[in-house]
């Protein structure tokens, strides 16, 4: 049995990392300073590791699971992590643009500040997670379940959710009053005991949503389509 404790060593080249790929022995280990694009990480253990100062632009992460991982500084941009599990995962300081999460589990995660335009949790199920300063510009949760979610802003700025595709998602006691849902998609969705005080929905598609409990006093919906 390999030694995770301790961060269990160092991994600090390609080489190093995908050698650990291989054996499946990456959990508990700090991975840091070098890049890693196209990285080949399907179904592998990332549980308790920390990334950080780590190019992993394109890599394919579907069905890997981290847990317990922070992530700091990582180029993530349209890295694929479909499938997989994402639980008490933290980031901040990243840029995850075109990531995709499309069916991931993503389970009491701390994301932010964090670039993550034009993201994809499609049918994701989100629960108990927080995007703190996170940009969320046509991020697509398109029938994605998200569950007790809240959608931090920065100091005294929402954060952006403008353009986002919720179409068809179930949205359960989820907070966006520091969000910004110009022009977002809202079509057939469904929205229970939602937090939507002061938010801006102009532009905003809501065709067949229904809201059953939520609060909505001070909600900007000019030009929305209803």
Do not use: H
Request: charged residues 25%.
């Amino acid at each position: 049995m390999s030694d995770t404790s301790a961060d269990a060593g160092l991994v600090q080249s390609r080489l190093q990392l995908e050698r650990l790929v291989a054996d499946d022995e990456l959990a508990g280990r700090t991975i840091a300073g070098f890049a890693a694009r196209g990285l080949l990480l399907r179904s592998v253990d990332l549980d308790g590791v920390t990334v950080e100062r780590v190019d992993l632009q394109d890599a394919d992460g579907e069905d890997a699971r981290l847990e317990r991982a922070e992530l700091r500084q990582i180029d993530a941009r349209r890295s694929r992590w479909s499938g997989g599990l994402w639980n008490r995962v933290k980031a901040k300081d990243s840029d995850l643009t075109e990531i995709d999460l499309g069916g991931a589990q993503v389970l009491r995660c701390e994301l932010g500040p964090v670039r993550m335009a034009r993201a994809s949790f499609r049918r994701a199920k989100i629960q108990s997670t927080t995007f703190q300063a996170a940009e969320l510009y046509a991020a697509d949760f398109s029938g994605a379940v998200l569950t007790r979610v809240t959608f931090d802003g920065y100091d005294g700025a929402t954060v952006s959710l403008s353009r986002a595709d919720f179409t068809g998602a179930a949205l359960f006691e989820v907070d966006f009053r520091r969000a910004n849902l110009y022009g977002a998609v809202l079509s057939q969705a469904m929205l229970f005991r939602c937090d939507l005080r002061g938010v801006n929905l102009s532009s905003a598609d809501l065709r067949g949503a229904r809201l059953v409990g939520c609060q909505t006093s001070g909600a900007d919906l000019d030009g929305a389509q209803v």
